[in-house]
């Protein structure tokens, strides 16, 4: 076990919180929907998933994996060691909630639109594949944005973070 370990029981604990919460009011679908949004950090990703949202009537489960690094049992010690590089700390727990996420959403069949970087083909991939494998009509939204806009957004956004709660997150 690594220096911040955590347990699966913790990762479940999260991933059905977090879905009777922000699943609460959403309704299982005959014919579910998930989406992939992708694109650089900072180039807007909430354009693409208003637009999917109201596609679906905002009857989605929205999935950002940077919302779980938070709950990381030793999220704040994390901070205090790595400071802004803290994202490659809580990258794998984040992960590992967002994958548990989508599973509950899709036993749920709700419409989920699941939102990355694609940084690496795999994680897309995998994820449209264990949807299309549920029986989800599977849709791929990618927004493009120059390097010098997004890295601005990203700075200004760590920015406000920091402002608000001592920490930025620039990845």
Known sequence: MD?????????????????EQKGAGLTASDAPVGTVLGELPGAGKSTLLNTFREEQHGN????????FRRFHPQFNEIVDKYGENYPE???????????????LGTEKRLNLAVEGTFRTAQTPISTLQLLKDNGYTTQVYIKAESAEVAWSNT?????AERAMNGTGRTV
């Open 155 to 159: 700075l200004a956004r760590a920015e």
């Open 60 to 67: 989605v489960l929205v999935i950002n994996a940077d919302e």
């Open 3 to 19: 220096e911040f370990s955590y347990s699966e029981s913790i990762v479940d604990n999260i991933a059905r919180h977090f879905v």
């Open 89 to 103: 700390h809580t990258a794998a727990f984040s992960g590992a909630v967002a994958e548990r996420v989508i599973a």
